[in-house]
């Protein structure tokens, strides 16, 4: 059998494999009624909705301004494409995309391996990369983002470096330039890893050599692709170079050629994106200061997403990997691979981004994932290589190569990932599309942005991608403060929101010097309406009615969900903007564990209530509970209210949502909350608010001012 036919039959299997058992959720949730809308799978990550509304308004040609429709987004552009050719529908595309694209790594990893006379290495290495835990929980079937070619590109780019220092033949100068302007153009955030793979060539040229025009033309090539340019003129300035070297025009010049590169690619603003991304997943700050005529102080989101967050080492390893022995045995083997496969080196950048996850972030350990499975695959193919009966060796391969997957597949079949909202809730966004208009604003948190926009077509204030601290404060005041107020601040943001759209628009007809210079939306409404100090600002909105005019609709969507994230909405607005100190620590627990006897009620994490005296106690602590509330919907899908008074000087109340089968303990402050009181009550001002839709799963309010 040829190489190449072997190469080719290694990909095919190792595709199916991949693909296959990303199948195995539709297997376990076939007939699952609440996952599906319109008889198709919904998917599950909410930033998928992000690129299927761009894919949307690019099929259908239809978008408004200002909606942060991504249109020009590859991920979108690439979906609309294929839903333009494919006789499937667009839910079964994105639904199924991800499955089929990400179990792509397969051929990088074979072909690279066939280079270095290493298939049955690869082949183990493809199988394990493509269902290890973190590759698979960000490419399972369902999973609609980015990241099912994120590792696709990078796995290219070590393997065409490879050949680039290998072969030094001048088409792997092109290959490598074309996969940075491609990986750049799919995601926008890889500049940091080329950079890296960057680094690495200067450091192995300078080191070893220093005299080889090859390498010079490589870094310099490296360097027009990573630009920070549009894609277009990134390669068309490839290409130039490309010919350039072809007809050796800059080979006598290719020191001074390569400084001019460096001199562009700083100017173009090459290194600045990933200084950005270092102090955002690695040099975190809780709190940034924002502004110049008012300094104001936000709480960063970067300390609520998980994603960014520490995680124990265990995790770190069966991320990677599978299981701590496999993690373990995989860096044994890379590192015996360098030793027999030098080039090999260059997989450090990739390896590198992985073990960063142990310090800046869950997310990064996909990228380890590709490089350590070599690394194991290698391993277990030369322990092989010891053994001189042909029947014991296949033996070894066979059970060490499943030994290794076990654990993977048993994630995958544990790994049960929920579609993003359930039928009922979509059911709500489509009531609210056929209400509200394309140009109207829905208030919710930023984990809803997405889809919100994707299944009402309106917009948000927040979402997915706009989720500073700056943006978030006002619709967590909003969500954790009295109707009122939140009902003011809300046409305030919406209104200041596209009042910036307008600037902004007009900033760029200005010269540099008379452009106006936006401060966030709190601190605009702040001297906008004659104060100096935001607390002043939001103090009046308590007595003050004087809000700016409406030009549109403002929808409050509420969903049952949302309580589960409360506590986290209020550390927005839990802050004091001018000093950044915490000023509220409001008293939210929500829990469906409880056991209640004719005495007690315990409601689980040293919290209850002693029902014959009305008094709730909190680890050691004994607060009398000022009210007991009751509510639950009767036959006719109505909500009903009880409320009983225990003692007037308490300062918490116990919530029973009967319904929902849970309990809420809440102190004064959030049982006045907008959010409490419009989603669990169904208590609204008629001043400020009207139902819209009252569905148990999600509630929608309209704003009357």
């Known amino acids: 059998m040829t190489l190449n036919r072997q190469t080719f039959i290694y990909i095919l299997i190792a595709f199916i494999f991949s693909f296959s058992i990303r199948l195995i959720w539709v297997y376990q949730f076939n007939g699952t009624d ?66 089929l694209l990400s179990s792509l790594i397969v051929i990088p990893i074979l072909l690279l391996s066939r280079e270095l006379n290493l298939l049955s290495a690869g082949f183990i290495a493809a199988l394990l990369s493509s269902i290890a835990w973190s590759y698979y929980n960000r490419t399972m079937i369902g999973y609609y983002d980015t990241d099912m070619l994120n590792i696709i590109f990078p796995t290219l780019l070590l393997w ?8 030094k033949e001048e088409k792997y100068l092109l290959f490598t330039a074309l996969e940075i302007v491609a990986y750049r153009w799919w995601y926008p955030q890889s500049y940091s890893l080329e950079f890296a793979f960057f680094g690495l060539i200067l450091l192995y040229t300078l080191v070893y050599e220093r005299r080889s025009v090859y390498h010079y033309k490589l870094l310099a090539l490296m360097l027009i692709a990573m630009m920070g ?23 006598k010049y290719i020191y001074h050629f390569l400084l001019v590169s460096i001199t562009l690619f700083f100017i173009t603003g ?19 200061v924002l502004g110049e005529e008012l300094q104001l102080h936000f709480f960063t989101v970067m300390q609520t997403v998980r994603e960014a967050g520490k995680i124990p080492f265990e995790t770190f390893a069966n991320r990677i990997s599978g299981h701590v022995i496999t993690f373990i045995l995989s860096c044994v ?36 994932v590709p490089v350590l499975a070599f ?31 076990y654990p993977n597949i048993l994630h995958v079949k544990e790994y049960k990932v929920p579609t993003v909202f359930t039928k009922q809730e979509v059911a709500v966004l489509d009531k609210l599309k056929n209400i509200a208009s394309r140009e109207d604003y829905v208030v919710a948190w930023w984990d809803y942005g997405y889809p919100i926009r994707y ?32 009902a003011k601040l809300a046409r305030f943001d919406v209104e200041y929101t596209e009042r910036a759209f307008a600037i902004g628009k007009e900033n760029l007809e200005k010269p540099k010097e008379e452009r106006i210079k936006l401060q966030s939306n709190i601190a605009q409404m702040t001297l906008a309406s004659g104060f100096k100090d935001t607390n002043d600002f939001l103090n009046s909105l308590h007595v003050n009615n004087v809000v700016p005019e409406k030009t549109r609709d403002i929808y409050f969507y509420l ?18 903007l001018m000093s950044g100190q915490m000023i509220r620590e409001p008293f939210i627990y929500q829990t469906n564990r409880f056991q209640d006897t004719k005495e007690f009620l315990n409601l689980d994490n040293g919290i209850g209530v002693d029902k014959q005296r009305g008094i709730l106690k909190i680890g050691k602590q004994e607060t009398p509970l000022k009210t007991f509330y009751f509510t639950a919907y009767d036959q006719a899908g109505k909500l009903v209210r009880q409320k009983q008074e225990l003692h007037k000087d308490g300062r918490f109340s116990v919530v029973f949502m009967r319904s929902y089968n849970t309990f809420l303990v809440l102190d004064e402050e959030m049982i006045n909350s907008s959010y409490i009181q419009l989603f669990v009550f169904e208590n609204y001002d008629e001043r400020y608010f009207e139902p819209v839709v009252l569905d148990p799963s999600a509630k929608v309010f309209r704003l009357k001012i």
């Open 229 to 251: 340019l549009p894609d277009t003129l990134r390669l068309g300035g490839v290409i130039v170079v490309y010919i350039l070297y072809k007809k050796q025009l800059l080979d």
């Open 559 to 576: 969903p049952y969900r949302m309580l589960g994230i409360l506590p986290t909405i209020t550390k927005f607005s839990d802050l004091d």
């Open 333 to 368: 083997g890379y590192i015996w691979l360098c030793f027999r496969q030098p080039v090999m080196l260059l997989g450090l950048p990739m390896i590198g981004l992985g073990f960063l996850a142990y310090v800046g972030g869950l997310r990064f350990t996909i990228y380890a």
């Open 34 to 99: 609440s996952f599906m809308w319109n008889e198709e799978f919904m998917i599950n990550t909410n930033d998928g909705y992000y690129f299927a509304e761009g894919a949307r308004d690019i099929l259908s040609w239809t978008w408004q301004e200002n909606s942060f429709s991504p249109i020009h987004s590859a991920a979108s552009q690439f979906t609309a494409f294929f839903a333009f050719i494919l006789p499937f529908s667009f839910e079964s595309i994105i639904f199924y995309m991800p499955a």
């Open 270 to 288: 090459g290194f600045s994106p990933i200084w950005s991304q270092l102090k955002g997943y690695v040099f975190k700050d809780e709190v940034e």
């Open 375 to 405: 690394g194991m695959g290698f391993l277990i193919v030369s322990i092989s290589e010891y053994m001189n009966k042909k029947f014991l060796i296949y033996s070894f391969l066979t059970l060490a190569t499943l030994g290794i997957l």
């Open 455 to 486: 299944y009402a077509d309106v917009k948000t204030l927040i979402d997915g991608g706009k989720h500073s601290g700056s943006v978030n404060f006002p619709v967590s005041y909003m969500l954790t403060n009295p109707q009122n107020v939140a």
């Open 160 to 167: 065409s470096l490879v050949l680039a220092l290998k072969t």
